[in-house]
């Protein structure tokens, strides 16, 4: 049986603003109505930011616990991740809202280069993250934006720093990151299946107009998918996405392209290995 295709939408991120496109939902019932969408669309997977009242980055666990109520009472099954990403905040900041238990959270296991900035995350902290999410039994989504980052994923698997089988996600397309390439692409599911075994879950997610070139490997190689606002606001060059379902449901045609059954919320948590729904 083809195995069931989990789609990620990440609804909103750090970086686009309403001034980029109306649609990037900047309030907390602004994001659970776009998850909602996203979610009878097709996503199984919420990844969350939260934003303050004039649209710039927040790492308030209170915005975070209104959000992760409100999808968990629209959007029933579905699996909340929510960021840790290093624009939110510093430090421990990061973290803040982990004692809210959502089902996972991103984990960056490594430093690299942004746009125009270095993307920062020291041992220590990565240390703290990961034991934190451990602590409340929280699935870490492993933020691939290098090579590097897979083996760092592994070490801390193999010292018990991650509790079960790391799920990683390969980030490509980010300004002086890890470019585009196909090859690269091709070794990395090489690399996950030698270290974490050939059944090992693994997803994929491409910036701007790469996100469907992406999504289209993704899908086509075997692996899960993420899309949404965060990472991409347009349809094309010339066209604003209209929400964040519209940008899931891109992604659900490729899995009907290649013949592959988008995942239920059952089948997304049965494949990750995730607590069962209170």
Not at 223 to 228: D, I, S
């Amino acid at each position: 049986m083809t195995t069931p295709c989990i789609i990620c939408v990440a609804i909103t991120g750090s970086l686009p603003t309403k001034a980029d496109n109306p649609a990037v939902p900047t309030s907390v019932a602004e994001q659970i109505e776009s998850t909602h969408e996203a979610f009878e669309a097709g996503a199984t997977i919420m990844h969350a930011h939260v934003r303050n009242d004039d649209e710039t980055p927040s790492s308030d666990p209170e915005k975070f616990a209104r959000l992760k109520e409100g999808v968990e009472k629209h959007c029933p099954g579905m699996i909340v991740q929510l960021s840790t990403g290093g624009r939110s905040g510093a430090g421990q900041t990061r973290g803040g809202m982990l004692p809210l238990r959502p089902d996972m959270a991103s984990l960056s296991v490594g430093s690299n280069n942004f746009p125009t900035r270095v993307y920062e995350n020291p041992p220590d902290l990565v240390a703290w993250l990961a034991s934190e999410m451990k602590t409340y039994d929280i699935k870490p989504e492993i933020e691939a934006f290098d090579l590097s980052h897979i083996f760092r994923a592994a070490a801390m698997y193999e010292a018990g720093e991650i509790a079960a089988t790391p799920y990683v996600q390969f980030v490509m397309g980010v300004k002086n990151a890890m470019p585009v390439d196909r090859e690269v692409f091709d070794f990395y599911i090489h690399t996950v299946k030698r270290l974490f075994g050939e059944d090992a879950p693994w997803c994929a997610a491409g910036i701007g107009p790469n996100q469907i070139v992406l999504n289209e490997w993704a899908i086509s190689s075997g692996g899960h998918a993420r899309t949404g606002l965060e990472d991409n606001v347009r349809l094309d060059r010339t066209t604003l996405a209209p929400s964040n379902a519209a940008l899931v449901k891109r992604a659900v045609e490729l899995c009907d392209k290649y013949e592959r059954p988008v995942a239920t919320w059952q089948q997304a948590r049965e494949m990750l290995g995730l607590r069962e729904v209170a």
